[in-house]
């Protein structure tokens, strides 16, 4: 069995290795940090509701973050690990061919697993509606073209918005639960562009009105009220473009843009409260920066920014979880969580190549992925006990964790 994961971040490309057993990938987990690690029991799971092999070939742009899990394996089952204390219920994607996936609920132990298949095939990460009643993911369509699909939490209801997309990670769903935001290309447009829609796939609109720009990682502000997001802007002096960070009202009016430099400036993203956008820049001064929501008080963070926009900020806005760009020399990396006004940070896993690192909603957990020895596993992090929880164990490549609101 063979794992390769490609991830293209502006043109570069990573590979995990194979072979590495989990204690060589991981020595300070138990030892070094005073890390528990727990690996859950195996056993039996509900049969699955759909079964079918699928492949397709992945569109890839030079500025969206495509993953793609290949490996060679058969029909494997989910599992019912040991008996624990359960907080939460986690969603994740679990793959089921070339470039396929089914969906997975567990609880907070890796306990009570649920699948979801869909046909078409999924293909895109699971975004859960703050109420936590709704799944939006991205479907296959046909060769290079996919569709937005949502169901509700026991995959009910299912259905899907007719929107010929490309593959795109980014979309959410908004504070209210009442409209949709994505990044993609449509049409006949050969560029990125952010566009937004009513729940119900109706209103379909591109942001800002006026005119449709290029426009990458758009989030939402905590109030619903604003979208923020990265665009191309040109340097009348030089003529060069680079990505600044920008906001503009829901309403497609009032497009503020709040960062002016030569670098890259990318994945924007707003504190819980609003107050401040954390974003990752490109370039000789690149790093982790921090500036108030109307773009005053720029402040350096980090210079250990990862290139693909793997980080997570804590519920309560004063910290962040970020996977480091650095490889150590046993061939890893490590998860910090850096506090956001000290500028301190701590080292609180190790992975051969973690990645969607994500908190829990009272920011007690953290969810990620790693492989082990070949295929991507689900851990969770608890950060008071300091416990490690593996959460899946199987032949599978098991990605993109997310809690679900309680």
């Known amino acids: 069995m063979n794992s390769v994961i490609l991830t293209r971040s502006f043109g ?3 590979k995990w290795a194979n072979g590495q057993n989990y204690k060589a990938a991981n020595p300070q987990i138990g030892e ?5 690690v727990t690996k859950n029991s195996e056993g039996p ?3 699955k509701m759909v079964i079918r092999e699928n492949s397709c070939k992945i569109w890839r742009s030079v500025s969206a973050i495509l993953i793609v899990f290949l490996y060679a394996s ?8 040991a008996v624990g204390t359960s907080r939460y219920q986690i969603y994740y994607m679990t793959r089921t061919g070339e470039f396929t996936f089914d969906l997975v609920r567990m609880d907070s132990e890796g306990r009570q697993k649920k699948i979801f298949s869909d046909s078409p095939p999924i293909v895109g990460p699971p975004v859960v509606s703050p109420d936590g009643n709704k799944l939006l993911y991205l479907a296959m369509k046909g060769e290079h073209q996919y569709d937005f699909h949502m169901m509700g939490a026991d995959g009910d209801n299912p259905r899907f918005f007719n929107i010929p997309t490309l593959w795109t990670p980014d979309y959410a769903i908004s504070p209210d639960g009442t409209q949709i935001l994505l990044s993609t290309i449509l049409g006949d447009r050969i560029s990125f562009s952010t566009y937004l829609m009513d729940i119900d796939g109706s209103n379909f609109r591109c942001l800002p009105r006026a005119e449709c720009i290029e426009s990458f990682w758009p989030r939402f ?3 619903g009220t604003k979208v923020i997001f990265a665009s191309r802007y040109r340097d009348e002096n030089t003529s060069l473009s680079n990505l600044e960070i ?9 497009v503020q843009r709040l960062t002016t430099n030569s670098d890259d400036d990318r994945y924007p993203r707003y504190t819980p409260t609003g107050e401040k956008i954390v974003f990752e820049r490109s370039g000789s001064a690149g790093g982790y920066y921090s500036m108030n929501a109307d773009g ?3 402040t350096f963070l980090m210079d250990d920014a990862n290139d693909y926009g793997d980080y997570a900020l804590s519920p309560d806005g004063t910290s962040m979880a970020y996977v480091s760009v650095h490889i150590d020399a046993e061939g890893g990396r490590r998860i910090y969580l850096l506090d956001l006004e000290s500028g301190n940070r701590r080292a609180i896993a190790k992975g051969e190549m973690p990645l969607n690192v994500t908190f829990s909603q009272d920011g007690s957990e953290l969810l990620f992925v790693t492989p082990i020895t070949d295929n991507p596993d689900v851990f969770k992090f608890v950060l008071e006990t300091g416990e490690l929880v593996r959460l899946t164990n ?3 490549s098991n990605i993109y964790p997310v809690y679900r609101p309680d």
């Open 45 to 47: 799971r509900k049969k």
């Open 74 to 81: 058969g029909c494997e089952q989910a599992t019912q690990p």
């Open 246 to 254: 920008a906001t503009v009202n829901i309403d497609g009016t009032n």
């Open 12 to 14: 570069r490309i990573d």
């Open 394 to 396: 199987d032949d599978r």
């Open 32 to 36: 070094k940090m005073n890390t528990k």
């Open 221 to 223: 502000s905590p109030d």
């Open 296 to 298: 005053s008080n720029e």
